[in-house]
Nanobody
Framework: QVKLMESGGGLVQAGGSLRLSCAASGHTFGDYAMGWFRQRLGKAREFVAAINRRGDSAYYAVSVDGRFTITRDNNKDTLYLQMNSLKPEDTAVYYC????????????????????WGQGTQLTVSS
């Protein structure tokens, strides 16, 4: 089973950019569909972005579409989330998640579909 570790969180001003990384280890990264989720203080964990095994198809939450980009490098066993035009409401703990997928084309946008999670990385966007 793959293990996940996020990095890259921090404090950024509104309008700024940041890139999160999620390093995978312990299994073939390319066997997994991947996603990014976030959890704001006092709120449920919510979907941010998802990508298929091949990295050629992605899906975004409406709140981040056009500002965030999810990518993956299967040679480096790493998932990324490039975040631009950040807003204070993007402040949250960000988690990467993985699930084995038979199809290389599919991705998932719900927490229930994922069974492997990282420990999270905090993003704070100041106004």
């Amino acid at each position: 089973q793959v293990k996940l570790m996020e990095s890259g969180g921090g404090l950024v001003q509104a309008g700024g950019s940041l890139r999160l990384s999620c390093a995978a280890s312990g299994h073939t990264f390319g066997d997994y569909a991947m996603g990014w989720f976030r959890q704001r203080l006092g709120k449920a964990r919510e979907f941010v972005a998802a990508i298929n095994r091949r990295g050629d198809s992605a899906y975004y939450a409406v709140s981040v579409d056009g500002r965030f980009t999810i990518t993956r490098d299967n040679n480096k066993d790493t998932l990324y989330l490039q975040m631009n035009s950040l807003k204070p409401e993007d402040t949250a703990v960000y988690y990467c998640a993985a699930t084995e997928a038979q199809s290389p084309h599919i991705f998932y946008a719900t927490t229930a579909r994922y069974d492997i999670w990282g420990q999270g990385t905090q993003l704070t966007v100041s106004s």
